[in-house]
């Protein structure tokens, strides 16, 4: 078995957009990389062919790593909010492998520069065990294990846990949205894109006044009306906890990094908020949990860095055919 010929073929394919790459080089580093709306293709091979001709100069890859926004079961895909399915085999490129998006997101995770993150608190990261959560959509999570001089990223469905409240106003949040027919309040219902806006409706109910069902993108734009503001507050003081669960579930002393396309936009607020001071609130190991660092991912394409770890990682075990 030979290591397969570069360049090799990335990606990171969301509902609305597909961002693609090329690595050149045996350090992994994505370039021409290019942004395709998921909407203007008839699916995933139409849009890799749509990228190689038109922002790739017509190459055929050696291998390629695909990160998807959905379920992944083996060589087969599903978008959870777009209507492309199919088989890796249908992409037309020799070695292809497919992951969830976050597991792309936890291979990222040694490799991102000091430009790409935004402290939240916490020392410097070391090498360990690594969590990475986010909103979007839905609530994404994965861990990152070191083995040996290798890391193996952990799916999991940790975004459907039941939601982290601890105080009296999120108890009574959930006791409101429970009362309109939801028997259970999963995490992922309050910390995504979704979940601002039904955190917005559930204050009002809370205060039993009327108010019109915002999106997201309104709450977050809305920085002087009160209830959107306390929306966003509820939001990081929750999302902490959540982090916080997370890093003892997963023993993520290596760092918890925070990721998705909701948090970038109220970054400033985020940092501001009780999101660490509730990352850290545990009755029994509150110190544990100081001592692991807290960062956001701002910038560059990181799943797509992660997709191209995943390759330069299994071309090394001879994995790639």
Known sequence: MTHPAL??????????????????????????????????????????????ADHAGGVRPGAACLAIAGPVDGDRYHLTNAAWSGSARDLGVPGAVLLNDFEALAFALPY????????????EP?????????????????????????WVP??????????????????????ALRAQGREVIVAEHLLSGPGLSRLHHGLALVDGVAATPLPASEIVLRRDDT????TIEVFCGLLGSFAGNTALTLGARGGVYLGGGVLPRIADRLRASDFRRRFELTPDLGDYLTAIPTRLIVGGHPALLGAAACLVQRSARMELT
Do not use: Q
């Open 7 to 52: 360049p090799w073929l990335v990606a990171d394919i969301g509902g609305t957009n597909a961002r693609f790459g090329l690595v050149t080089r045996p350090d992994g580093h994505p370039e021409a990389i290019a942004v395709l709306r998921v909407a203007d293709h008839e699916g995933l091979p139409e849009a890799v062919a749509a990228y190689l």
């Open 227 to 230: 209830r959107c503001a306390e």
């Open 126 to 150: 070391v090498r360990g065990v690594k969590a990475v959560l986010g909103p979007g959509t839905g609530l994404g999570v994965s861990g990152l294990v070191p083995a040996g001089g290798e």
């Open 112 to 123: 991102l520069e000091d430009d790409m993150l935004m402290s939240l608190g916490g020392p």
């Open 154 to 175: 952990i799916a999991c469905e940790g975004g459907h846990v039941t939601a982290p409240v601890v105080t009296e106003r999120e108890i009574e949040v959930v006791r």
